[in-house]
């Protein structure tokens, strides 16, 4: 099963881009999409259909959004992180495909740092990590993959003191991520390109940034303990990145080996 996530930074902006992408040879058999910008009905759910996929759609007016694609029909289970009722942003989804669990994250950014947004980030990670604990309990195996806002490390960021001031590269966010790695979960692509290799996911729109290749990971597939026993590949598509008028991300992936 090859898993990809990506935040496509518009889905109705980019449509052409994400057909044309699940057209090619090689397509993901689940693709989870983040930051769609717009509610359910505005969804290229036909389009996507006949390119192959079903389309679990928890959608946001003109903000957030989160969408899990997949060649089999998904079983949704939860569309709404527990713990704070008033949260009404479209961040989390969570489906069943085959034997495998699923969730699609699209974490908040948090800046700037000091205010409110940053407050709200740092609780929304403690709400992931309460369901990720409840989901290694299942003992299944579960990817929750998409576009995490956090810089893991020195070697996630192009440039460390010119994201210094970022909620992006905080030690808060970043122990925010630790903890979810202390929990069990393994990070699909690291586990495969150990420290320092650099695998960028994110180019700014300005500044020259993707020519320059000032880039960021910051889109990642954590994969429980069950899952990772599974994991054959890993990588990052770079060539949307480079398409006309892209998202500032670019896809991450990995393959899991089928069930003995």
């Not at 961040?91 to 699923?102: M, N, P, S, T």
């Not at 630790?178 to 994110?202: E, I």
Request: hydrophobic share 45%.
């Amino acid at each position: 099963m090859r898993i990809a996530t990506w935040n496509v930074n518009s889905v109705r902006a980019r449509q052409a881009h994400l057909l044309t992408w699940l057209g090619n040879a090689g397509a993901p058999d689940v693709v989870m999409l983040q930051e769609l910008k717009t509610e359910a009905p505005g969804f290229p759910a036909l389009e996507v259909r006949a390119a192959g996929y079903h389309a679990l759609v928890a959608g946001q007016k003109s903000y957030n959004g989160v969408a899990i694609l997949s060649r089999h029909e998904p079983v949704e289970r939860l569309r709404a992180l527990p713990g704070e009722a008033e949260d009404t942003q479209a961040r989390y989804l969570e489906a069943e495909i085959g034997d495998v669990i699923v969730a699609c994250v699209y974490c908040p950014n948090g800046n700037p740092i000091g205010t409110e947004k940053f407050a709200y980030k740092l609780r929304w990670m403690e709400r992931l990590a309460a369901r990720a604990e409840a989901l290694l309990a299942t003992e299944r195996p579960v990817v929750i993959a998409g576009d995490w806002n956090i810089c893991p490390t020195a070697a996630d960021v192009w440039d460390e003191r010119a994201m210094a001031a970022d909620a992006l590269c905080q030690p808060e966010s970043r122990a925010a991520w630790r903890r979810m790695l202390w929990q069990g979960w393994s990070d699909a692509w690291r586990t495969l390109n150990p420290l320092p290799a650099r695998g960028y996911t994110y180019w700014d729109y300005q500044a020259g940034a993707w020519p320059r290749d000032n880039g960021l990971r910051i889109d990642a597939l954590l994969l429980s303990p069950a899952a990772a026993e599974r994991l054959a590949d890993a990588g990052v598509d770079r060539i949307p990145r480079g398409w006309d008028s892209p998202s500032d991300h670019t896809p991450a992936w990995c393959r899991l080996e089928n069930a003995a």
